[in-house]
């Protein structure tokens, strides 16, 4: 969707519209005083006090019939330049613009713009006249706290959009709508995938039995690639002693992204962050010669962190996860290979699963931030050129990000753009020559001399719980055949005599996760039951199948239907399981 904070027109349309809103709600509501009316990604909003009056539902239509009068009477919008005591003495009645206003500095210009009857502090700029202003729409509305605290006021603040044309802002709406439609959150609801309760925690999901099939299946299919290429698993505690983050230097780092420490018989724990610490006891358990190094530990790892509840959504954004994660103890001749070999198991896992709308970001640190970056500038500089040589030989096309390495490391990152919202993180690989020396980790290497080894920690789905998001939105919940928690949905048109011969084909099917519909419904009901659910195969036995000892089926989304052999049958659904279609 189109950034509306980034595209110049827009952002004035936009710009303008907030003020048209404004004027439209004091009409309506003359008491009403206003906070700040911003142009986001998405279009704009206003923030407005109306005492003790709560934006309804009811009363969008009446704001948004009222702009439109607004806008058919065509009055120019004027822009006039004033001093700080002139615009002191002009809002002197809203304490919200006066508040503004006190924070400018003397020598700044104050600028505010005038349409009709009405006028609003801003920069701008903004269009020449309201009539312009022709195509909008009031999207929602919501509460918010002067400046974002707590303990101010509740404001009322109301979205909206606005575009050149008619029909600009129809295919906006209406990939809202499909946005909606995509929305995990509602994918998850609808589909029994997961769930959320207060009671047991803002950001706590749980995954139910459905979810937990789709969930077992992603992590069978990563471990299997992971096993192939030497991967050994292991399984952690989801918490450690402080003193453990102290010494990788978590603590220092991310202890504000913790949950609160535990102390326990006179010894303090905190719920883990990330699994690295873990593992680097691991590898610091055995003595370990050059010969047996790459070593790669990998764990489907439970980690917590403390985000906040304004920022959590659905299983993309929690309180508690589960990592895809590894971490391959390398020699530093064994960078350029194993780091590559990451690359390509991303790029492996990406075509199967055929995600193809993403590129590469590599993150390096800001040399001259002293605090955030482990001090080595010699480690920093061979760490980074090392990534960007693989990059480069692997002809990777990848964006340079200043600032944004861990503290112990350069990372590549994988962004991917999902069906719907903002760009995120899925895959990383990170590059790390201190944690292992914080750790005193060696292995003996050919000459008899203790080396210290270097890390990359990686993970390729990041968290499970997130790819799940990422994955139900766009597909839209239709999952393709071997990631689906029911695959087959066999119905009998006639319980009497057709069940018996549905039972034994569920039987022939039993490498498959089938479900038999023998339900006392009609065809037309549950036929419709399974598309809702989004299976992909539904089976229908009727009188022809029975005599003939055939199948009839229909896929997810398709209105023919297909009558075959049982055999014939059984070899689709291997080709859709082994191409992931």
């Known amino acids: 969707m189109i950034n509306i904070k980034e595209d110049a027109k827009l952002n004035k349309l936009n710009h303008s519209c907030a003020h048209l809103l404004a004027q439209a709600v004091k009409h309506l509501y003359p008491e009403a005083k206003f906070w700040v009316g911003p142009v986001i990604e998405e279009g704009f909003y206003y923030d407005i006090d109306l005492g003790d009056k709560v934006i309804s539902e009811e009363d969008i239509p009446l704001i948004e019939r009222e702009m439109k009068k607004i806008s058919k009477d065509g009055k120019r919008i004027v822009r006039h330049e004033i001093s700080k005591e002139e615009a002191l003495e002009m809002f002197k009645d809203d304490p919200y613009k006066i508040d503004l206003i006190n924070r400018m500095d003397e020598e700044n210009v104050i600028s505010c713009y005038t349409q009709g009857d009405f006028t609003d502090l801003c920069r701008g700029p903004h269009v020449e006249s309201v009539k312009e202003l022709k195509h909008f729409k009031l999207l929602k509305f919501s509460g918010a706290y002067f400046k974002g605290d707590a303990n101010n006021k509740m404001l009322q603040r109301i979205y909206g959009i606005c575009f050149e044309t008619e029909e600009e802002l129809n295919n906006y709406l209406q990939e809202l709508e499909d946005a909606k439609m995509r929305d995990h959150r509602k994918l998850g609801k609808d589909l029994g995938i997961f769930m959320t309760n207060d009671l047991v925690g803002k950001g706590l999901p749980m995954y139910l039995p459905n979810g937990y099939i789709l969930w077992e299946t992603l992590e069978n299919y990563i471990k299997g690639k992971e096993k192939k290429l030497g991967y050994l698993h292991v399984l952690t505690p989801p918490l450690g002693s402080v003193e453990l983050y102290k010494t990788s230097g978590h603590w220092d780092h991310y202890k504000d992204n913790m949950f609160p420490k535990m102390e326990v018989e006179g010894e303090e724990f905190v719920l883990r962050p990330m699994n690295c610490p873990h593992h680097m006891m691991i590898y610091a358990n055995n003595i370990h010669s050059y010969r047996d190094l790459p070593i790669k530990i990998g764990e489907i790892a439970r980690d917590c962190r403390f985000e906040a509840s304004g920022a959590l959504k659905g299983i993309e954004r929690v309180r508690t996860f589960c990592q895809n994660d590894a971490h391959l103890f390398v020699t530093p001749e064994q960078i350029e290979s194993e780091f590559s070999e990451v690359v390509n198991l991303i790029l492996d896992v990406y075509k199967e699963l055929h995600i193809t709308n993403y590129h590469f970001e590599l993150s390096l640190r800001d040399k001259e931030d002293k605090v955030k970056y482990y001090p080595d500038d010699e480690m920093w500089n061979k760490a980074e050129d090392t990534l960007r040589k693989v990059l480069d030989d692997l002809k990777i096309d990848y964006i340079e990000k200043i600032g944004e390495a861990a503290f112990y490391g350069p990372k ?144 997810y989304g398709k209105s023919e239907t297909i009558t075959t052999t049982l055999d014939e049958f059984i070899k689709l659904l291997e080709e859709k399981i082994r191409t992931k279609n």
């Open 412 to 555: 590549l990152d994988v962004q991917v753009k999902p069906a719907v919202g903002n760009e995120y993180t899925l895959s990383t690989c990170q590059l790390d020559f201190c944690l292992p020396m914080k750790f005193n980790l060696t292995y003996i290497d050919k000459d008899g001399e203790k080396k210290t080894p270097v890390v990359l920690h990686r993970a390729v789905f990041g968290s499970l719980d997130r790819f799940i998001a990422y994955y139900l939105e766009e597909t839209k919940g239709a999952l393709p055949l071997w990631l689906s928690p029911v695959q087959i949905n066999i119905i009998p048109v006639n319980n009497e005599y057709h069940l018996t011969y549905a039972k034994e084909i569920k039987a022939k099917l039993s490498d498959y996760r089938v479900k038999l519909d023998d339900r006392e419904e009609k065809l037309g009901y549950k036929m419709r039951e399974s598309v809702m659910n989004k299976i992909p195969i539904t089976l229908i036995i009727g009188q022809k199948e029975v005599d003939e000892l055939l199948i009839s089926y229909r896929l």
